[in-house]
């Protein structure tokens, strides 16, 4: 089961009133579980950038002027995410920033129903309390010292240990079935990973000094020592 997790800075808040995206950041999970596999992308807005915007990620106009525009990078970005799930934190927020730019470029827009909102879901489960990014940071003991400004990629990776605690923690390959659908993902009807036993057992890290040393020990004790009433099966 694939999924990204993903995140975007902009120059403001609203693309129908001339605002652009300027930083896209992802990153990719399998099974639940961070693969390593990331996609980050300044963009070029081609615009001015607002003091307001500049406060919230330190992006100016003349450090993103070097950088792609939009519509040279959609096809990339387009084809890392697939039709993989997009975990986002206020998808109202970026789906629609996403959409403007892909519209501009008449390339396939993103539907509402491939996004998870990360925001909705903590609101759900913890009515009434703060469900800012940074507030599920200290709810769950997430590190974000790191995190002085937003920037998407970073946003992505500390959205990735939220949206896994959010679903109740790491749980690599828990399925619940029986069957033919014990032992296979959600999607795809592929099995999931198990650990498997060691075609050889590991030798012991007794050495025969301890295991003697041992030995003389529990003769010492006499017939109360709880080894001499033990018996193997």
Not at 41 to 54: L, T
Request: hydrophobic share 40%; net charge negative; aromatic share 8%.
């Amino acid at each position: 089961m694939r999924e990204i997790v993903l995140d975007t800075e902009t120059t403001g808040f609203d693309p129908k009133t001339g605002d652009r995206m300027v930083e896209i950041g992802a990153v990719e999970l399998i099974n639940h579980m961070p693969t390593g596999n990331t996609y980050h992308q300044y963009i070029n807005p081609e615009r001015d950038m607002p003091q307001s915007a500049f406060e919230v990620h330190g992006l100016s106009a003349e450090f993103l002027r070097d950088f792609p525009v939009f519509r040279d990078i959609a096809g990339a970005f387009l084809e890392f995410i697939g039709d993989s799930k997009l975990i986002i934190h206020n998808a109202k927020f970026d789906v629609p920033f996403l959409n403007a730019e892909l519209g501009w470029c008449n390339m396939r827009t993103i539907s509402f129903e491939q996004a998870i909102d990360t925001l909705e879901i903590a609101r759900k489960k913890f009515p009434g309390s703060p469900a800012s990014l940074d507030a599920l940071c200290r709810r769950f003991g997430i590190d974000n010292s790191h995190r002085t400004l937003h920037g998407a990629l970073l946003d992505s990776e500390i959205l990735a240990e939220v949206y896994l605690e959010l679903i109740g923690g790491r749980q690599p390959g828990l399925v619940l079935g029986s069957g033919e659908t014990a032992g296979r993902a959600a999607t795809g009807g592929e099995p999931d990973w198990r650990p498997r036993p060691r075609p050889k057992p590991l030798p012991s890290r007794v050495s025969a000094e301890e295991a003697a040393a041992h030995a003389d020990f529990v003769e010492a004790m006499g017939d109360g020592a709880l080894w001499k009433k033990m018996t193997v099966s």
